[in-house]
């Protein structure tokens, strides 16, 4: 460890008088350092429990095998859970990249679930719609034996993966289709896209090469209605927290634009967060620092969304009101 190695190889010295190394006493602020370290979150536990399939073979919707891991603290017991679904233009990108969000959001005492899902061209946004649901729908079922608590679920996403986030979160059809309530407590989008592609698909068509996600979302404007969150917003009843790059692609920037001003018109419990001089991979990448901007946001908002449930962190302390 860096701080061992400090205490242990900076604090040698010479002595003058024998000409041999000597280690000095540790001062008390070298000590209370090293303490507050190994108590530290960046030095807890993790279990990871990992390639858990939560779509199996022969199933009725017609999907692939589909797995997710899961990250939690050692320990762990009735924590909020958070699922993550990865971006990549709805064509690529897989759950194992993002290891390093679930370990580091378990030791903030968040179970975290990370998924992959069908993606196209041999599979299109109503899959990749049912397959987050379905996911969502395994967590509710089963993240209590990994310590997580099936009543403060949240979702998450980055780019095509926030616009998954949100159908999960705000559509009510895909929920009567498995005949179940929608458990999602509230949704992080972080730096979404397709919000409203329908618009954007049409409007912006020629500007923005819109051509280049027909192999999700087809060629058909009423697949591009039907899949844009933004249409969906007055069934929505969650809590979500939208999170914008000021340098982020157009499509993403004006769909996100349209997609706060209908939330506002509907009354939705929408919060915004900021983020100056940000670009769309940053957004996401981020999450490689534990002090980045991105965490607090994610952990303040789960946070709030907690208030008034009691709950019990992997050190066995109840925490929430």
């Not at 061992?4 to 000597?22: A, R």
């Not at 993002?98 to 899902?117: E, H």
């Not at 896209?193 to 280049?212: I, Q």
Request: hydrophobic share 35%.
């Amino acid at each position: 460890m860096i701080i061992v190695n400090l205490l242990t190889n900076s604090n040698q010295t010479k002595d003058s008088n024998h000409g041999s190394s000597k280690m000095k006493k540790y001062s008390p602020l070298f000590l209370a350092i090293f303490l507050f370290a190994i108590q530290s979150c960046a030095f807890k536990g993790v279990v990871r429990e990992k390639n858990i399939p939560y779509i199996e073979a022969d199933n009725s919707y017609e999907l692939p095998t589909k797995e997710l891991n899961v990250f939690s603290p050692r320990k762990a017991s009735n924590l909020p859970v958070l699922i993550f679904i990865h971006g990549g233009s709805w064509n690529k990108g897989r759950k194992e990249i993002y290891d390093f969000m679930g370990n580091r959001l378990a030791r903030r005492d968040v179970v975290t679930v990370i998924i992959d899902y069908p993606l196209a061209p041999e599979y299109q946004v109503d899959d990749m719609e049912m397959a987050t649901v379905l996911a969502v729908d395994w967590v509710e079922e089963n993240i209590s034996d990994f310590g997580g608590d099936p009543d403060q679920i949240f979702v998450s996403g980055h780019s095509a993966g926030g616009h998954l986030a949100a159908l999960a979160t705000i559509k009510k059809e895909p929920w009567e289709t498995l005949q179940k309530l929608n458990p999602i407590k509230g949704a992080i989008l972080n730096d979404p896209a397709g919000l409203d592609w329908y618009w954007f698909l049409t409007v912006r068509k020629e500007k923005y090469d819109a051509e280049d996600n027909y192999d999700a979302f087809t060629d058909s404007p009423e697949v591009w209605k039907a899949y844009s969150p933004v249409y969906f917003l007055d069934e929505n009843e969650v809590p979500l927290l939208l999170m914008e790059g000021e340098k982020t692609y157009p499509g993403i920037r004006l769909t996100l634009e349209r997609f706060r001003e209908k939330a506002e018109e509907n009354g939705v419990d929408l919060s915004y967060s900021f983020y100056p001089k940000t670009k769309h991979i940053p957004m996401v990448t981020q999450y490689f620092w534990t002090w980045s901007k991105g965490y607090d946001d994610v952990l303040n908002f789960i946070e709030t969304q907690s208030e008034g449930s009691l709950r019990t962190n992997s050190s066995g302390v109840k925490t929430g009101k």
